[in-house]
């Protein structure tokens, strides 16, 4: 028995841009939630019998930089998360929001897709990355918003 999959629907970038937050020691980091793929799930059936509209898979990429002076000794080597965890030596950085936004993606059938990245945290590590910027270990929410053709979303702040 084969299973039919669903092929991924294209889609057209509308509004993407960065998110930018100040940190306590001066450095900006900037953030970028990019969705890279959309495809419709199986249609599910209601208690009622009634076919339920069909949701929708994502994938997203997140993207983050840092703006510093601060340089450290360039290192080429990927850490997991667990060294990067254990190497915090400033933990909960104060910021200030620069820019927070919605990115927005209209789907081929017509859906559209609103995304909008939250820092809730940030630690600064004593690791250094091949340029030798520093590295921050970051919490980030992710608000998701999708409107199929013939919906509305609910308002949001932009």
């Given at each position: 028995?084969?299973t039919?999959?669903r092929p991924p629907?294209?889609f057209?970038?509308?509004?993407?841009?960065?998110?930018?937050y100040e940190?306590?020691?001066?450095?900006?980091?900037k953030v970028?939630?990019?969705l890279?793929?959309v495809a419709k799930?199986e249609?599910?059936?209601?208690p009622s019998?009634?076919?339920?509209p069909?949701p929708?898979?994502?994938?997203l990429?997140?993207?983050?930089?840092?703006l510093?002076?601060?340089r450290g000794p360039?290192?080429?080597?990927?850490?997991?998360?667990?060294e990067?965890n254990?190497a915090?030596t400033?933990?909960?950085?104060r910021?200030?929001?620069?820019?927070q936004?919605w990115?927005e993606?209209?789907v081929?059938d017509?859906t559209?897709i609103?995304?909008?990245p939250?820092?809730?945290?940030?630690s600064?590590t004593?690791?250094?990355?091949?340029?030798?910027?520093?590295i921050?270990?970051t919490n980030i929410?992710?608000?998701?918003?999708i409107?199929?053709?013939?919906?509305?979303?609910?308002s949001?702040?932009?």
């Open positions: 028995m084969s039919f999959v629907l294209d057209d970038v509308l509004k993407e841009i960065w998110n930018k940190l306590q020691d001066q450095a900006v980091l970028k939630i990019v890279t793929m799930a249609t599910q059936t209601a019998g009634s076919p339920r069909q929708y898979n994502i994938d990429q997140t993207i983050i930089v840092v510093t002076n601060e360039p290192d080429t080597r990927t850490y997991s998360q667990a990067l254990s915090i400033k933990s909960d950085i910021f200030t929001t620069i820019t936004d990115n993606y209209v081929d017509g559209r609103k995304i909008q939250i820092l809730m945290g940030v600064k004593s690791k250094f990355n091949n340029k030798g910027l520093p921050y270990v929410s992710i608000n998701v918003q409107k199929p053709p013939g919906t509305q979303l609910p949001v702040p932009s």
